[in-house]
C-alpha cells in the first residue's frame, strides 16, 4: 500500500478498536471505530450514547441501595437491550411495582422499569446515529482510496509474482543439486522432448524416485502408455502436465532437457468417478469429459487421457476408445493415452505416429516388482490383475478359479498380442528409417558425413537394431 495511504487510514481508524462477540463492547466498538474530531455529528451522537450508558448504569446502582438487591446484574442482549437480572432468593415477597415485565428464568427474575426502558430506547437511538455517521466517514475515506484502485490491483498482482518467483520457483530450484532442474526452450511446432523427467512433488517425497522421458513429434504424435495397476502410468501423465505447466509460467523443470511446444490448452481426462449432482453415472462422466475435450481441441493442444471406456463393456470401451484415438489422430494433436487394454497396441501397426510405450514390471514369486521405468513397445504382464488381488488379500480359492478361467480367454489374444508385437517392430523399423533419411535430406552436413551416415543407416536397418 502507498505510504501516502497509511497515516489517511490511521487519521480516521482507531486502531485500538477491535472485534467483539460480547454484544454490548461490540456496540460500544462500532461506535468508536473512527477516531474523534473526524464528523462533528458523530462526537454528539457518541457523547449521547455514552450519557445513556452511564446513566443505566446508575440507574442499576440506585435499586441496589433502594430496594436492597445487592446482587441485582445489569445484562444486555441485541433484542431487549439492558434488563435487570434478579437472584431469586433475594426477593422478599413480591417485587416493587415499579418492576414490570418480570420473567422467572431458573433461580432469577429479569425485569426492567419504565426509566430503563426509555435510556434503553435513547441509547439505541444514539448507537443507531452512530453507525450512520460512521459509515458516512469509512465511505469518504473509501472514495478517497477508490481512485486509485488500479494502482492497488496492479502492486498485487506484481507482489504475487514476485512472491511466486522468490518463494516458490527460487527456493525450489536453490534448494537441488544444480543438474536437477533444466531451463526449458520452446518451439512453434517443434516436438515435445523431455529427458529424464521427474514429478515435481512426488520427487521431494521419494529420494528413489524413477525418471522417465518423453518425445512427442508431429511425425508421432501419439504415445500410448501401457502397464498393470500401480506401475506408474498415472503418475506419469501427471508428471508430464506439471512439467509443461511449469515451463509455460516461466519456472525451471525437473529434467535432464527440456524442449517444449507452446500449447494453447491441455485437456485431461483422468480419475473414475460419478456425479450425483448432474445424475451421471461414471461412464457418463467420463463421456461427458472425452466429449468436451473433442469440441474443443485444437492442434496445438496437449490431451492426456487415462484409462478411456473402462467403465463400460469391454467391447464398447475398447471400441470407444480406438475411435477416439483415430479421432484424435486426425487432428494432429499431441496425446498421451495410457490404457489397460492391449488390443489398442494394434493402432501402431496402423499407423506409423503411433508409439507404444510400457511400464516395466518384473514377476518374481508369483509377485509383481515394479521398476516405474517406461520401455518402447508394447509388454504383456500375465494376468496381473490377479496378482495384485492376491496381495489384497482375495480368497485362494477365487484367484484359483479366476486364473483358470481367464487362461482359457486370453490364450488367443496373447497369440494375436505376439503377432502384432512383429508387425508393430517391422513397421517401427521402417518408419524410423524414413524419419532419419528426411533428416539426412535437409540436413547441412557435408556430402561424405551424409554418405557414412546413410552407410550406417543401412548396416542398423538390415541389422535390426533401428
Avoid at 461414471?282 to 467403465?311: C, H, P, W, Y
Avoid at 488379500?393 to 478361467?405: D, F, H, K, Q
Amino acid at each position: 500500500m502507498p505510504c501516502h495511504y497509511c497515516p489517511r487510514i490511521g487519521e480516521v481508524i482507531d486502531e485500538d478498536v477491535l472485534h467483539a462477540r460480547v454484544p454490548f463492547i461490540a456496540r460500544t466498538q462500532q461506535c468508536f471505530a473512527v477516531k474523534a474530531g473526524i464528523d462533528g455529528l458523530l462526537d454528539i451522537a457518541r457523547r449521547s450514547f455514552c450519557d445513556t450508558s452511564e446513566a443505566i448504569h446508575n440507574l442499576a446502582n440506585k435499586y441496589r441501595e433502594e430496594y436492597k438487591l445487592p446482587n441485582l446484574k445489569l445484562p444486555f442482549n441485541n433484542r431487549r437491550g439492558f434488563y435487570f437480572s434478579i437472584p431469586r432468593k433475594d426477593i422478599q415477597g413480591k417485587l416493587p411495582s415499579k418492576f414490570i415485565q418480570v420473567v422467572k428464568q431458573g433461580n432469577n427474575v429479569h425485569c426492567s422499569t419504565l426509566e430503563l426502558a426509555s435510556l434503553n430506547v435513547r441509547n439505541k437511538s444514539a448507537a443507531g446515529e452512530c453507525y450512520v455517521r460512521t459509515e458516512v466517514c469509512l465511505e469518504a475515506l473509501v472514495d478517497a482510496i477508490r481512485e486509485d484502485i488500479p494502482m492497488f490491483t496492479l502492486l498485487a498482482e506484481v507482489l504475487c509474482l514476485l512472491d511466486m518467483i522468490v518463494n516458490s520457483f527460487a527456493h525450489t530450484i536453490s534448494t537441488k543439486p544444480v543438474d536437477r532442474y533444466t531451463r526449458p526452450e520452446f518451439t512453434d511446432n517443434g516436438p515435445l522432448a523431455i529427458d529424464a523427467g521427474r514429478h515435481p512433488i512426488l520427487e521431494s517425497i521419494h529420494s528413489d524416485f524413477v525418471p522417465n522421458s518423453i518425445f512427442i513429434s508431429e511425425a508421432s504424435n501419439m504415445v500410448i502408455v501401457m502397464g498393470p495397476n500401480m506401475s506408474g502410468k498415472s503418475t506419469y501423465l501427471q508428471q508430464v502436465c506439471l512439467i509443461i505447466i511449469l515451463a509455460q509460467i516461466g519456472c525451471y523443470v525437473p529434467a535432464h532437457f527440456a524442449t517444449i511446444r507452446v500449447v494453447d490448452r491441455i485437456f485431461t481426462r483422468m480419475g473414475t468417478m460419478d456425479n450425483l449432482e448432474s445424475n451421471s453415472s461414471t461412464f457418463m462422466t467420463e463421456m461427458k469429459e472425452t466429449a468436451f475435450i473433442m469440441q474443443n481441441v485444437s492442434q496445438r493442444s496437449l490431451i492426456v487421457m487415462d484409462e478411456l471406456g473402462r467403465a463400460t463393456s469391454s467391447s464398447d470401451g475398447l471400441a470407444i476408445a480406438w475411435s477416439c484415438c483415430e479421432y484424435l489422430l486426425s487432428l494432429n494433436a499431441y496425446t498421451i493415452f495410457a490404457t489397460h487394454m492391449e488390443n489398442l497396441s494394434k493402432l501402431a501397426t496402423i499407423y506409423p505416429n503411433v508409439k507404444i510405450l510400457s511400464f516395466y514390471v518384473d514377476i518374481r514369486n508369483s509377485r509383481l516388482d515394479f521398476k516405474f521405468r517406461l520401455n518402447d513397445g508394447p509388454k504383456h504382464v500375465a494376468h496381473y490383475g490377479l496378482l495384485l488381488a492376491e496381495v489384497a488379500g482375495l480368497p485362494s480359492s477365487v484367484i484359483e478359479t479366476a486364473r483358470s478361467i481367464t487362461s482359457r480367454i486370453t490364450e488367443k489374444e496373447v497369440n494375436e498380442m505376439e503377432v502384432n508385437c512383429l508387425n508393430h517392430n517391422q513397421i517401427m523399423m521402417a518408419y524410423r528409417a524414413a524419419q532419419r533419411l528426411i533428416c539426412l535430406k535437409y540436413s547441412n552436413q557435408k556430402e561424405e558425413a551424409i554418405r557414412q551416415a546413410l552407410h550406417l543407416l543401412k548396416e542398423n536397418y538390415i541389422d535390426g537394431k533401428l
